[in-house]
């Protein structure tokens, strides 16, 4: 809301103006903006005129000598005859530009220079007076900004209202908040009109057959009124407050809206057919035109205003086109009324139809001032458009919304709930700072009467919210809560995500966070037959435009898309991982699944570093290295099987790291058809851990196996091999065939091409040999290796190189 | 054979001078060998002594030890001189390019926000608060109703809330796990609720998914001026002992007394998040005796932090996997 402050200045005493915006911001009404009409005055300076000269090449100008507060003074032409010595003036020097928008520059002016311009007020752009230049109050400070001499236009400030205050939306609500927090004395306007002798009852009749939907409803009639442009006063205060002056009838309304907070209409009572108003649903089918010139379709939940034929207006939203005030009207009837905010809220969302009266009336609106600005209007429409005021109100009550009462409050209760030390004295005084009459019972319950305009405080709570609002919540003492020491605990799951987090950082890879939703076509894309599981996706109802609507089932599209837009920024080799809940539908109406997952991404740039190996890893065997050292982290005995179902990932090129059953995690390199789906061209390999299986399964803790204190032995076999044998059950078959003895066994090195003969490769296994109790002999170690060397023959036709 | 004096001393002399001339280890051995060995020269003489007088093998045995222990010191400084030489030789030839870069293990990087996240729980944990999570696609019951936000309330529009198809929603906050976490127990609860929440929201500087956390304590006498404690030791712990926090009045339906919070931040106030005491509603629609139990709950953004953290201007630059971004921190 829009608060003028001179305005405002008018109902109560204001504070400085800091104080007031810091007090207002923290009692709750936060200060967006401050605007400011008028001109902007702060780089025209005060003058002091020191003496004036006739200018010696003309008659009308007169050399001024003008203290600026600076060391010298300035020498200024004037053209105007009403400067004199000892005047304060407004002064623009060289380099300002005036509100016109020139720009003044050091001159010479009939062959004397002039360093500046004494200014008149149609200069400073404050009103059309040409006569001479503007003079200053003599107090007025040397070289101080004009700006804080003379208030010209108003200062606003644009306040956040929390949508529990209703009350707050008016100047009496404002004044009301400043006279809580500073003390002081409201000026309400005058509100009784001058009556003539006719009835108001007589001109019209007011009916409400919706008595849940209208609490209360006053009527006022003003007879004979010019209808023609506001004073400039008001339609200034319109403008201040963000509105458009239209005609004196309907700024009015608009005025003591803005006044009391309080909506008010303004029907053209000629056109109200039957001199009747009703205030009911509308009829199924019913529509009206509205003040904006749309043609709405009313629901039979909708309140409308009725004359004795049909609609004439949306309750406490906008007012029928063909019942406004036009030029024509003569008789007017304002409404003034308290509408069930909920009916007003329900419509105004359903229509998208939102006002400065369907605003209030959703917030609540006192009930009590609801005859007060049917009055205040009436009065001042007699003032400004020559109107009749017919005798009395029109006045018809529904079902009265319900009060707050009175509310009992044990006076320790504030201190307990803030940790504050207030004396009930101190409660009852901080309770009537905002219209809360609290006495005390003679059970030492403080019983509380709420003011009808705080439709918001209901119980104990809400009351010392209040006090501690005014007492100021930067009074209440920082203290540290006492407690009893209890062992602190945290979701397994959530210890699972931080150590995936660390191993997969560990293993050089990047965190992302994307939003988890995706595309019907990543489905697709990522190559899932039309019954996998992964398309059981929750579908939101309302997605945002350029954003997928299922949430995601997988992690990968995510990743793919994450890792194309990062080769497309020309990131050379990418390696990235997300670690997040993935969702999967169950029955309509229940919460999905969300199996936790963590997926990883790497492509292959070129060797990128002096010490890198000649020929970079594969991004395969680097995926596959990942997630067999994350599982082994996680304490997870996981066998790889080559070859794997996911569709996405490449038949020759992938593999599963299971426990017994349980697939733990899927990798390998992307399916081509992916890639080209995803547009990926760079070789790049991926893996997804099922964190979800391995919560089920808690890895086992590490264990400490007996160091060997005697020697080892180390044999390395180079072997041929088909080329087709795959070497992992090669050394399956060497581990199984060579005993205890053997501490270790890998391979380390692979070679086809020159020297070997055509579709053979020669492998490099290292085994070593140890045992714990004693030093090993030869002739065993050779014994063994001779046994293995007599398997890879018989089983794999190996033969060592 | 005679062992005169003279012919010692000349022995002797020219003992020291071969060891000093020999310039290398292999000839230094060589000369000592020469003189020193057991077919030496100066052993020579001493086999000689035997053939002496009785009353003069004495004092010829004690010269010739003596002179043999001097030409054995000679050779030994020789020595040390000729290793010392040979290992700055050796030292002088391996020079290598020490400019050349190191063979750096890869580095991984943590997201900002989990950076985050650690740092605020590891606080909270200090203070004996257990974590809590719950699903991100809640019902409406979890995420607004049992909060006390009433079914008109303009934050369960389409505009501002994900739904999801046939009902429940993507969580709006952190809120709802008090729900969860409180609902069916017993107080004393002290708990933190990190996670990521969506709003229908994507602008400049908005995210339709961020990260919050959520904080809280109920029991019988936890106040407004304990939390206030609560979250200066936080700011303290996160900003240093100079920041301040501003506390303003403000409504959530949730929380009454309720409060936005501002730390200090260039002269100025940013806005960080929102608390209050829990609403008695709020506790009953948990089953919790309102009479008897009370206690605080605040919540804050994440990303904001993380962005200050690490001085990251813009929001979507580290909500989008950018990993020239991502690199820089963590």
């Known amino acids: 809301m829009r608060v003028p402050l001179g305005w405002l200045a008018t109902w109560i005493d204001l504070p400085v103006r800091a104080e007031l915006e810091e007090r207002l911001t923290l009692a709750g009404l936060e200060i967006e903006e401050v605007l400011r009409t008028g001109p902007d005055l702060s780089a025209i300076r005060v003058g002091h005129v020191l003496e004036r000269k006739q200018h010696p090449n003309a008659d009308r100008l007169s050399v001024c000598s003008v203290d600026l507060g600076e060391a010298a003074p300035a020498t200024i032409v004037c053209g105007a005859s009403n400067v004199a010595a000892g005047q304060k003036v407004a002064v623009a020097v060289p380099g300002v530009t005036l509100p016109d928008g020139t720009k003044l520059k050091k001159s010479k002016i009939r062959g004397e220079v002039s360093e500046g311009m004494i200014c008149s007020a149609r200069e400073l752009g404050l009103g059309d007076d040409p006569s001479g230049i503007l003079v200053l109050d003599p107090g007025a400070n040397i070289g101080a900004p004009l700006s804080e001499v003379l208030q010209a236009g108003e200062t606003i400030l644009d306040v956040e209202i929390t949508p529990n205050r209703g009350d707050w939306v008016s100047m009496l609500g404002m004044a009301r908040e400043v006279r809580a927090l500073f003390g002081g004395t409201l000026r309400m306007p005058p509100s009784e009109p001058v009556e003539g002798t006719r009835a108001a009852s007589e001109d019209v009749r007011i009916a409400i057959d919706d008595p849940d939907g209208c609490h209360l409803y006053v009527g006022r009639v003003v007879r004979g009124v010019q209808i023609g442009p506001s004073p400039a006063w008001l339609a200034a205060r319109l403008e201040a407050a963000g509105m458009r002056a239209i005609n004196v009838v309907v700024d009015v309304t608009n005025l003591v809206l803005l006044e009391y907070g309080q909506p008010l209409h303004a029907f053209d009572l000629a056109s109200l057919r039957g001199a009747e108003v009703r205030v009911r649903r509308a009829h199924s089918g019913e529509k009206l035109a509205t003040l904006d010139g749309e043609t709405r379709d009313l629901a039979p939940d909708d309140l409308v205003i009725a004359d004795a034929e049909r609609a004439v207006a949306i309750a406490g939203v906008m007012g029928g086109a063909e019942t406004e005030v036009r030029a024509t009207t003569r008789d007017v009837l304002i409404e003034s009324a308290q509408f069930a905010p909920t009916r007003v809220r329900r419509t105004s969302k359903r229509l998208g139809l939102r006002s400065e009266a369907s605003y209030r009336f959703e917030r609540g609106v006192d009930p009590d001032g609801v005859a007060r600005a049917a009055d205040r209007a009436a009065r001042l429409l007699a003032e400004l458009a020559g109107g009749t005021v017919s005798r009395g109100r029109v006045e018809v009550r529904g079902v009265a919304a319900p009060r707050s009462g009175e509310i009992v409050l044990d006076p320790s209760h504030p201190n307990r709930l803030l940790g504050t030390k207030l004396t009930t004295e101190e409660i009852v005084s901080l309770l009537a700072r905002v219209g809360v009459q609290a006495r005390l019972d003679v059970d030492n319950r403080l019983r509380c009467t709420v003011p009808s305009w705080r439709n918001d405080l209901s119980i104990a709570e809400d009351l010392i919210e209040e006090i501690a609002r005014i007492h100021g919540y930067d009074a209440i003492e920082p203290t540290m809560p006492r407690a009893a020491l209890a062992p602190v605990s945290r979701p397994a799951s959530l210890a699972l995500v931080e150590r995936t987090r660390d191993q997969l950082k560990a293993a050089g890879l990047i965190e992302i966070r994307l939003m988890p939703t995706l595309q019907p076509a990543d489905l697709d894309a990522l190559r899932l037959p039309t019954d996998d599981a992964l398309r059981r996706g929750v579908r939101l109802a309302n997605p945002m435009p350029g954003m997928g609507p299922l949430l995601c089932t997988s992690l990968l599209p995510g990743l793919l898309r994450a890792a194309r837009r990062n080769l497309s920024r020309q990131v050379d080799s990418v390696r990235i991982f997300e670690v997040g809940r993935t969702f999967l539908a169950r029955g309509p109406g229940e919460l999905p699944e969300e199996p936790l997952r963590a997926a990883a991404l790497v492509t292959r740039g070129e060797r990128a570093s002096l010490w890198e190996p000649g020929s970079p890893i594969p991004a395969f065997f680097e995926a596959k290295g990942i997630a067999e050292s994350l599982l082994a982290e996680l304490g997870q005995r996981a066998v790889f099987q080559a070859g794997s179902s996911a569709p996405w990932l490449h038949p020759g090129a992938s593999g599963e790291l299971r426990s017994v059953d349980t697939v733990l995690c899927r990798l390998g390199e992307l399916h081509p058809e992916v890639a080209s789906a995803f547009e990926i061209s760079a070789a790049c390999a991926l893996l997804e851990v099922d964190l979800q299986a391995l919560l089920d399964r808690p890895g086992e803790p590490s264990r400490y196996r007996e160091v060997s204190s005697y020697p080892a032995v180390r044999r390395d076999l180079a072997v041929l091999l088909a080329s087709s044998q795959p070497a992992g059950e090669v050394l399956d078959a060497i581990r199984k065939t060579a005993g205890n003895m053997l501490v270790s066994a890998a391979i380390f090195d692979r070679y086809e091409g020159k020297g070997i003969p055509a579709g053979k490769v020669s492998i490099a296994f290292r085994l070593v040999f140890q045992r714990p109790d004693r030093t090993l002999l030869d002739a065993e170690v050779a014994k063994t290796t001779e046994r293995v060397v007599d398997m890879l023959g018989q089983r794999f036709g190996g033969e060592l190189r | ?330």
């Open chain 2, 1 to 330: 054979m005679s062992t005169g004096t003279g012919q010692l001393e000349l022995l002797e002399r020219e003992a020291c001078e071969a060891i000093a001339r020999a310039s290398s280890l292999q000839a230094l051995r060589e000369a000592s060998a020469r003189y020193l060995g057991r077919k030496g020269a100066l052993s020579a003489l001493l086999r000689g002594i035997g053939e002496l007088a009785p009353d003069a093998r004495a004092a010829a045995g004690e010269a010739l030890n003596r002179a043999a222990a001097r030409v054995e010191a000679v050779a030994s400084e020789r020595q040390a001189a000729l290793e010392r030489a040979q290992s700055e030789r050796s030292l002088a030839e391996h020079v290598l390019d020490a400019s050349l870069p190191g063979a750096a293990p890869p580095r991984g990087h943590l997201h900002p926000v989990t950076l985050i996240e650690r740092e605020m729980a590891e606080f909270f944990h200090g203070l004996g608060f257990s974590v809590e999570e719950g699903p991100e696609v809640e019902s409406e019951w979890n995420n607004f109703d049992a909060l006390r936000i009433a079914a008109d309330h303009p934050s369960r529009d389409s505009h501002d809330t994900f739904f999801v198809e046939g009902g429940n929603v993507l969580r709006t906050h952190t809120s709802p796990v008090q729900i969860r976490a409180m609902t069916g127990r017993t107080p004393p609860f002290r708990f933190i609720a990190p996670g990521r929440v969506f709003r229908v929201d994507h602008s400049a500087t908005k995210s339709p998914f961020f990260h919050q956390i959520e904080g809280f304590i109920v029991d019988e006498h936890t106040s407004f001026g304990d939390m206030k404690g609560v979250l200066y030791a936080f700011a303290r712990h996160l900003m240093g002992p100079d920041v301040r926090l501003r506390f303003r009045a403000h409504f959530f339906p949730f929380t009454e007394p309720s409060a936005e919070f501002d730390f200090s931040w260039n002269g100025g106030w940013l806005e960080w998040g929102g608390c209050g005491m829990i609403h008695p509603g709020v506790l009953e629609n948990c089953g919790i005796d309102s009479r008897r139990f009370q206690g605080f709950a605040f919540g804050m953004g994440m990303d904001r932090s993380a962005m200050q953290h690490c001085g990251i201007p813009n929001i979507h630059l580290m909500l989008d996997g950018d990993v020239r971004v991502l690199e820089q921190v963590g």
